[in-house]
Each structure stands twice: as C-alpha cells, then as structure tokens.
C-alpha cells in the first residue's frame, strides 16, 4: 500500500515514517511541499495521505479537495488539525489528528491499517 506524508516538521515525518514501517508498510512517501504532495497522490493514487493541515504552497484543505475534484479515491489523515470546521465536508477525510495528543500515532496506525486491509478484499469472478 502506497502511503503519503506531507509534514513541514522534519522531526515529525521520521516519526510517522518509523511508526509505518513498524506495522510492516515499505512504500512510504515523503515531502514537505504542498505541490509535491499534491502531484505524487496524482502520480502515485497514494492508497492514505497524511498531510500537515499548514503545509507550504498548498495546505491539506487544498489538496484533499483537489485530490477529490480529480476523482482520485486516496483517503486523507489530516496532521496537526484542532476544531477546523472547513475539513469535516470533505468526505475523504479519515481524520483529522492532533500530533501532540499522546494516543495520536496509535490513531493514525489504526487508520491505515484499516485501510490497508480493503485492499485484501478482492471480488473473484467465477467461471
């Protein structure tokens, strides 16, 4: 499974990459520029986006909904988010996480684990 994390924390991108790894994920993207992340989730069709709700050039408001203008089916953790309203229409948003809440990286590894595992149901046609 694809994974993007958009962090303008360096600090923080290593902790999340660490906290992926630690549950068996290896395709783990990173960058710390808005326009960066928006282009490879429309490269890659990233599976789980983490993005930092201030990132610069484009914040993650920005890119879920452009993300979901294109029709791109990535689901979006939004990093760093408190009581933003705007995010809570868009409907490719898991979550929205607080990174200094001490159960957060649990949350965000519940999350994509539970998104890993849609992709283990698949449809088998039968002959």
């Not at 990459?17 to 290896?26: A, D, N, P, W, Y």
């Not at 490269?43 to 993650?60: F, I, P, Q, T």
């Not at 995010?87 to 994509?112: C, F, G, P, Q």
Request: glycine share 4%; net charge positive; charged share 25%.
């Amino acid at each position: 499974m694809k994974v993007l994390i958009a962090h303008s924390s360096e600090k923080q991108m290593h902790r999340l990459v660490k906290s992926l790894e630690s549950i068996g994920l290896s395709q783990i993207y990173t960058t710390d520029y808005g326009f960066d992340a928006l282009e490879h989730i429309i490269r890659h069709n990233c599976k789980v986006c983490l993005l930092d709700k201030d990132l610069k050039g484009l914040n993650a408001w920005d890119i879920s909904n452009a993300a979901r203008f294109k029709g791109i089916p990535s689901k979006f953790i939004i990093l760093g988010a408190d009581s933003d309203s705007s995010l809570k229409t868009n409907r490719n948003v898991l979550a929205k996480v607080d990174l200094s809440d001490e159960t957060a990286l649990l949350k965000i590894l519940a999350l994509v684990q539970r998104e890993s595992n849609t992709l283990k149901i698949r449809h088998i046609k039968s002959h």
